[in-house]
């Protein structure tokens, strides 16, 4: 059985930091790109950042460039996402999701959607 586990969410303020990690299962690892998405309360979700590993693609949102850094650890079946600075509107659950490529499409999750969801992990900055 697939599965994506995410964690590492919290309460931090702002100009903090925060690792969050998604450890997959289920299936090789290398063949799927990682991506995270946040939805805010009343909001629609969306694409922050997403790796493959496998064919070398990373894609980051604008509004978290320099911000949020995406890492693989392939031995344990982990992508990271290292976000600093952290800004009150960056609050939101966030979720990882697998698909075969990390592009511009996989972040927008209503286009095309992932092939599997993880459940989110809750991240709040407070002002």
């Known amino acids: 059985e697939v599965q994506l586990q995410a964690s590492g969410g919290g309460l931090v303020q702002t100009g903090g930091s925060l690792r969050l990690s998604c450890v997959a299962s289920g299936y090789n690892f290398d063949d799927y790109a990682i991506g995270w998405f946040r939805q805010a309360p009343g909001k629609e979700r969306e694409g922050v950042s997403c790796?493959?590993?496998?064919?070398?693609?990373?894609f980051t949102s604008e509004s978290v460039k320099g911000r949020f850094t995406l890492s693989n650890d392939n031995a344990k079946n982990t992508v990271y996402l290292q976000m600093d600075n952290l800004k009150p509107e960056d609050t939101a659950v966030y979720y990882c999701a697998a698909r075969i490529f990390c592009t511009r499409a996989f972040m927008s999750p209503m286009q095309t959607p992932p092939n599997f969801w993880g459940r989110g992990t809750q991240v709040t900055v407070s002002s």
């Open positions: 790796i493959s590993s496998k064919y070398s693609m990373t």
